[in-house]
């Protein structure tokens, strides 16, 4: 639950300050270190992935919201 508020927290900064790239960067990276992490412990499974996923969804669900709040700042 930690990570999930992190990652949320990183995807309003990415939406606010940067752009689409900075998304799919931290996307690919926290996908990555992911697999590597579980692959090592020998816990990669269904559920694993499925948490991996609502992971990516915190980050991506931030994105919009610092996006929404940048282009309310505009207006």
Known sequence: MTVAG?????????????????????????????????????????FSILIGLGYLFALQSGFLVGGYVRTQERS
């Not at 940067?18 to 697999?35: D, K, N, Y």
């Open 6 to 46: 992190i990652l949320f927290l990183s995807g309003i900064l990415i939406g606010l300050f940067g752009s689409s790239f900075g998304l799919i960067a931290a996307s690919l990276v926290t996908t990555l270190v992911m697999i590597v992490l579980l692959a090592m412990r020998g816990e990669l499974g269904l």
